[in-house]
């Protein structure tokens, strides 16, 4: 079993800033890419931001320069730091990660259930 759960979203002023949060746990062996994708109602669900293994970063342009993305290899997780929030980052906000479970021969991706993030003007 593995399981992703996030923490850190609600309700906060444009301008204002949040840290999203999220843990990988269960019978992980490795794990590849982490990332933060967001789907806003009515929408697709978009990256936001990604970490590899190794700490490389890839970030949607709309975030780049507000939101960094960062990960603790040693305790499975990885953070979003958004600043300078604006109404249109509003969406839920995924956890995902690309892991390869104990037993197991590849990696496969995993999602978090998700956490809202609300901007009000």
């Known amino acids: 079993q593995v399981q992703l759960v996030e923490s850190g979203g609600g309700l906060v002023q444009a301008g204002g800033s949040l840290t999203l949060s999220c843990v990988a746990s269960?019978?992980?062996?490795?794990?590849?890419?982490m990332g933060w994708y967001r789907q806003a109602p009515g929408k697709q669900r978009e990256l936001v931001a990604s970490?590899?293994?190794?700490?490389?970063?890839n970030y949607a342009d709309s975030v780049k320069g507000r939101f960094t993305i960062s990960r603790d290899n040693a305790k499975n997780t990885v953070n979003l730091q958004m600043n300078s929030l604006k109404p249109e980052d509003a969406a839920v906000y995924y956890c995902?990660?690309?892991?390869?479970?104990?037993?197991?021969?590849?990696?496969?991706?995993?999602w978090g259930q998700g956490t809202q993030v609300t901007v009000s003007v």
């Open positions: 995902k990660a690309q892991i390869k479970r104990l037993g197991g021969f590849a990696y496969y991706d995993y």
């Open positions: 269960g019978t992980i062996v490795s794990i590849n890419t």
């Open positions: 970490i590899a293994k190794g700490g490389s970063t």
